[in-house]
Each structure stands twice: as structure tokens, then as C-alpha cells.
């Protein structure tokens, strides 16, 4: 057997493995969408209150992608991954004295700490994808191990509902406690990973990464010099600020056009992102036939088009306008990673931290979308994505060329 078909077996164990960090990332990251009403509940909490542990989790984002990156170029994707699977569980862990305090900041801090296992798994987990794919395929291979993510999505809300939702008249204590067994199980199976990572013999990223540097003589040392990283970085923002933006204010815009109750509306908001895992797996397919920066000019093109209508026709046609976005959002993440990422050999890691960084556009964005619509009007405000979404098309037709240098 030669060592380029065993190179190409360990990679595909590789891209396996990953497939499980990123259901995991998916499954933890969307039970924030059952504790908050659980916690605002039990706690008495406002809004703005119950909201902080999503604040929480995009403050980790701002806060540790940069370490993060760094940490991963001293030991490594795979340590990376096995480091965040840990330090995640430890969070999870810490969710048992938070419980038994009854205490909202132990809780918030817990969490943080959780959030912080999460980064260490994106800015690993992402990157590593990408250099073990087979060259021209990142954006395609990113885009369908990301599509579990998604499945993740799907299925956490209904699942995290069946074990943390408890009867009504359960007393405060009870309802504090339901969070406890749920989040050691999830504890014991992320050390599991960790574990199985550990024990299975991986490629060293790092090796391809440096490969990729010997062969580029264009003379950077530093990875702030790469035009397109720093436009992918932007690209980020603007994504992830424009999905949370358009899914966050989604169930008042159906209440105002279309009269359905938060509860319908909440049915109609899985279109929104069930449209987002669809739209990865045949994702996976079109990226094949076609090139990456073309389809993701393509589907921002279709997003901004959709957000204008919405605003200029209202009504039944707004609402079906907006749900349909989340089928076109479905590449635009992995797509931009991989384009902002691609041939910055050793510096893959630093710019994976750089990258994820941007991931605090999810609470920028809507906050500035919110406040437009206190001032001009729900639907106006769209505008805001609107606009993110076009920096998309620019960075899709432009932007991601990787022969442009900062001075």
C-alpha cells in the first residue's frame, strides 16, 4: 500500500472524527436555546438577564479565539480538539455545584468556561478540516462535516426540552436540579471523545500546513499580511451577524405580518434553520460542480434580493422571504473559512483564531438591527443585513483572492 493511499485513509479517520466535533458543537451550543427560558424561570430573570448566557458564550468567542489559535500552534489540531473536548466538559461539570448553589452567576460562569472548550473546538476543529481535505475541496469538505452541525441543531431543542423541562409544579429545587444529570452525561461523553481522539492515531496538520508554506516564496511573516484572511475575518462578522440578526427578530416580524403567535411562529423559525441544513448536504453536492467563491457570491446575491423584498412587499410575502434565507445561509460559514484560510500554511491556526474572533458580529449585529427598528420600523431595519450580506458578494467576487498583500 503506498503511503499516499495510507495518507489518504488516516485523513479520512480524521474527517470522522471531526464529524462528531462538530454535532457536539452544534448539540451544546443550541441548548442554550432551552436554558434560557429554563433559567429566566427558575431565577426570575429579565430579558437582558437571561440573555447574558448568550452573551456569555459570544464573549468567549471575542475574548479566547485568538489564544486559542496560538495554543493550537504549539500542541497541535488534534491536542487542540482533545483540549477543547476537555475544557468543555469541565463547564458541563461545573453546571452540578452552580445547580446545587442555585446561584445565576456560578451558572454564567460555568458556562463560560463551556464556551471556552467550544472556541478551542471551532478554532481547531475548522482549520484542520480544511488542511485535510483534498486540495480544491475544502469549502465542499467543510461545508458537509458542518452539515452535522446543523443535524445537531435539529435535533437539541427537542431532546435538551425532554430532559431539562420539568412538570410545573416542581418545586425550585427540582428545577434547578434538571439541569444536572443532563449536563454530566454530557461531560462524561466529551471525555469520551477526548479519549477516543487521544487514542487514535491522527495526521499531524501542522506537517501539511508547513508543506503549504515551502512552497509559497511570496515572503510573509506574519499572518495580518494575507489581504483575504483579514477580509474573511470581516466576512465572519458580517455572516454570523446577519443570520442571528434575521433569526433573533424573526418570530416578532411573523407576529406583525403574517398574525401567528410566538408559538407558531417559533414552528415556522425551524424552516429558518432547518433551511441551513438542507441547504449543507446539497451543499456538498453543488460545491463539487462548481467553484466555491461563485456559489457563495451566488447565494449572498439571492439574500439580499429576498431581504428587499421582504421590505419593500411585506406581508405573507416578507415572512415566506425571510424563512427561505436560511437555505442559502447553508455554505456561507465553511465557504468563507476556507477562502479566508486558504494558503496561509503555518499561520492556518493564528488566522483560525483571527477568524472566529469575528464570530462577536452575532452580538453586534442585531443589536444594531434592533436599534433601527425601535427608530424606522421592524421590516426597515432589515437593511442592516442587507448590507452585511452584500460585503459578502464583494468578499465572494474580490475579497478572497489570496495574491493580495497589506503593506
Given at each position: 500500500m503506498s503511503s499516499q493511499t495510507t495518507q489518504s485513509q488516516n485523513n479520512t479517520l480524521a474527517l470522522g472524527v471531526l464529524t462528531s466535533l462538530f454535532f457536539m458543537m452544534g448539540f451544546i451550543t443550541c441548548m442554550n436555546d432551552i436554558l434560557i427560558p429554563h433559567l429566566k424561570k427558575i431565577f426570575d430573570l429579565s430579558y437582558t438577564q437571561a440573555m447574558l448566557v448568550q452573551f456569555c458564550f459570544f464573549t468567549a468567542y471575542a475574548l479566547m479565539s485568538i489564544p486559542a489559535g496560538k495554543l493550537v500552534e504549539k500542541i497541535g489540531y488534534k491536542g487542540g480538539v482533545i483540549g477543547g473536548f476537555l475544557i468543555a466538559a469541565l463547564g458541563c461539570v461545573l453546571f452540578y455545584p452552580a445547580a446545587g448553589s442555585a446561584s445565576y452567576p456560578i451558572f454564567l460562569g460555568a458556562l463560560f468556561i463551556l464556551a471556552t472548550g467550544i472556541v478551542l473546538l471551532q478554532v481547531a476543529g475548522n482549520p484542520y478540516v480544511t488542511l485535510l481535505a483534498k486540495p480544491g475541496k475544502e469549502s465542499t469538505t467543510l461545508t458537509l462535516i458542518q452539515a452535522f452541525n446543523s443535524l445537531a441543531t435539529t435535533v437539541a431543542p427537542p431532546l435538551g426540552a425532554a430532559l431539562i423541562f420539568v412538570d410545573a409544579t416542581a418545586s425550585k429545587a427540582q428545577q434547578v436540579s434538571s439541569v444536572q444529570i443532563p449536563y454530566l452525561g454530557l461531560a462524561g461523553f466529551m471525555v469520551l471523545l477526548a479519549v477516543v481522539v487521544a487514542m487514535i492515531k491522527l495526521p499531524d496538520a501542522r506537517q501539511i500546513a508547513n508543506q503549504e508554506t515551502e512552497h509559497n516564496h511570496d515572503g510573509k511573516t506574519s499572518v495580518w499580511q494575507y489581504k483575504h484572511m483579514i477580509l474573511g475575518a470581516v466576512g465572519i462578522f458580517c455572516y454570523v451577524g446577519g443570520e442571528v440578526a434575521i433569526g433573533s427578530m424573526m418570530i416578532n416580524v411573523l407576529e406583525k405580518v403574517a398574525g401567528l403567535s410566538h408559538e407558531t411562529g417559533a414552528n415556522y423559525l425551524a424552516i429558518y434553520w432547518g433551511g441551513a441544513m438542507v441547504?449543507?448536504?446539497?451543499?456538498?453536492?453543488?460545491?463539487?460542480?462548481?467553484?466555491?467563491?461563485?456559489?457563495?457570491?451566488?447565494?449572498?446575491?439571492?439574500?439580499?434580493?429576498?431581504?428587499?423584498?421582504?421590505?419593500?412587499?411585506?406581508?405573507?410575502?416578507?415572512?415566506?422571504?425571510?424563512?427561505?434565507?436560511?437555505?442559502?445561509?447553508?455554505?456561507?460559514?465553511?465557504?468563507?473559512?476556507?477562502?479566508?484560510?486558504?494558503?496561509?500554511?503555518?499561520?492556518?491556526?493564528?488566522?483560525?483564531?483571527?477568524?472566529?474572533?469575528?464570530?462577536?458580529?452575532?452580538?453586534?449585529?442585531?443589536?444594531?438591527?434592533?436599534?433601527?427598528?425601535?427608530?424606522?420600523?421592524?421590516?426597515?431595519?432589515?437593511?442592516?443585513?442587507?448590507?452585511?450580506?452584500?460585503?459578502?458578494?464583494?468578499?465572494?467576487?474580490?475579497?478572497?483572492?489570496?495574491?493580495?498583500?497589506?503593506?
Amino acid at each position: 500500500m503506498s503511503s499516499q493511499t495510507t495518507q489518504s485513509q488516516n485523513n479520512t479517520l480524521a474527517l470522522g472524527v471531526l464529524t462528531s466535533l462538530f454535532f457536539m458543537m452544534g448539540f451544546i451550543t443550541c441548548m442554550n436555546d432551552i436554558l434560557i427560558p429554563h433559567l429566566k424561570k427558575i431565577f426570575d430573570l429579565s430579558y437582558t438577564q437571561a440573555m447574558l448566557v448568550q452573551f456569555c458564550f459570544f464573549t468567549a468567542y471575542a475574548l479566547m479565539s485568538i489564544p486559542a489559535g496560538k495554543l493550537v500552534e504549539k500542541i497541535g489540531y488534534k491536542g487542540g480538539v482533545i483540549g477543547g473536548f476537555l475544557i468543555a466538559a469541565l463547564g458541563c461539570v461545573l453546571f452540578y455545584p452552580a445547580a446545587g448553589s442555585a446561584s445565576y452567576p456560578i451558572f454564567l460562569g460555568a458556562l463560560f468556561i463551556l464556551a471556552t472548550g467550544i472556541v478551542l473546538l471551532q478554532v481547531a476543529g475548522n482549520p484542520y478540516v480544511t488542511l485535510l481535505a483534498k486540495p480544491g475541496k475544502e469549502s465542499t469538505t467543510l461545508t458537509l462535516i458542518q452539515a452535522f452541525n446543523s443535524l445537531a441543531t435539529t435535533v437539541a431543542p427537542p431532546l435538551g426540552a425532554a430532559l431539562i423541562f420539568v412538570d410545573a409544579t416542581a418545586s425550585k429545587a427540582q428545577q434547578v436540579s434538571s439541569v444536572q444529570i443532563p449536563y454530566l452525561g454530557l461531560a462524561g461523553f466529551m471525555v469520551l471523545l477526548a479519549v477516543v481522539v487521544a487514542m487514535i492515531k491522527l495526521p499531524d496538520a501542522r506537517q501539511i500546513a508547513n508543506q503549504e508554506t515551502e512552497h509559497n516564496h511570496d515572503g510573509k511573516t506574519s499572518v495580518w499580511q494575507y489581504k483575504h484572511m483579514i477580509l474573511g475575518a470581516v466576512g465572519i462578522f458580517c455572516y454570523v451577524g446577519g443570520e442571528v440578526a434575521i433569526g433573533s427578530m424573526m418570530i416578532n416580524v411573523l407576529e406583525k405580518v403574517a398574525g401567528l403567535s410566538h408559538e407558531t411562529g417559533a414552528n415556522y423559525l425551524a424552516i429558518y434553520w432547518g433551511g441551513a441544513m438542507v441547504g449543507r448536504f446539497v451543499g456538498t453536492a453543488v460545491l463539487n460542480k462548481f467553484e466555491p467563491n461563485k456559489c457563495l457570491a451566488f447565494n449572498a446575491s439571492v439574500v439580499v434580493v429576498l431581504i428587499l423584498l421582504a421590505i419593500l412587499l411585506g406581508g405573507k410575502v416578507a415572512m415566506w422571504c425571510l424563512l427561505c434565507i436560511g437555505l442559502f445561509n447553508s455554505i456561507m460559514f465553511p465557504t468563507i473559512f476556507s477562502l479566508g484560510t486558504k494558503g496561509l500554511g503555518k499561520f492556518t491556526g493564528q488566522a483560525s483564531g483571527i477568524i472566529c474572533t469575528a464570530i462577536v458580529g452575532g452580538a453586534i449585529i442585531p443589536v444594531a438591527q434592533g436599534a433601527f427598528a425601535d427608530t424606522i420600523g421592524l421590516l426597515p431595519a432589515y437593511f442592516v443585513s442587507a448590507v452585511c450580506y452584500s460585503y459578502i458578494v464583494y468578499f465572494a467576487l474580490k475579497g478572497y483572492k489570496a495574491d493580495e498583500k497589506v503593506a
